[in-house]
């Protein structure tokens, strides 16, 4: 499974609100009202877990969440930094 559609199937297992949603790799998951804060703390936990990562809180911007596209580029660009 490449790792856009591991994101998806991470939001979809975890964001009780996109459980019926077709995710789509611009679906505007903040602008919607997907994501909350807390949603993204969650999803950061996951995401470093499942790609072995650590995300500094310096390198985080709240868009880097709001598609699949931008949560696929902040993890190549913190892979890029380790």
Do not use: A
Not at 18 to 40: P, Q
Not at 54 to 82: A, G, H, Q, W
């Amino acid at each position: 499974m490449n790792i856009k559609n591991q994101i998806k199937d991470i939001l979809k297992k975890n964001i009780f609100e996109l459980e019926d949603v077709e995710i789509n790799d611009e679906l505007e998951l903040i602008s919607k009202g997907y994501l909350e804060s807390f949603d993204i703390i969650n999803i950061i936990s996951i995401l470093e877990m499942k790609f072995n990562i650590n995300i500094p809180i310096e390198e985080i911007e709240i868009m880097d969440f709001n598609t699949v596209n931008n949560i696929y580029c902040l993890i190549e660009r913190i892979k890029s930094l380790e």
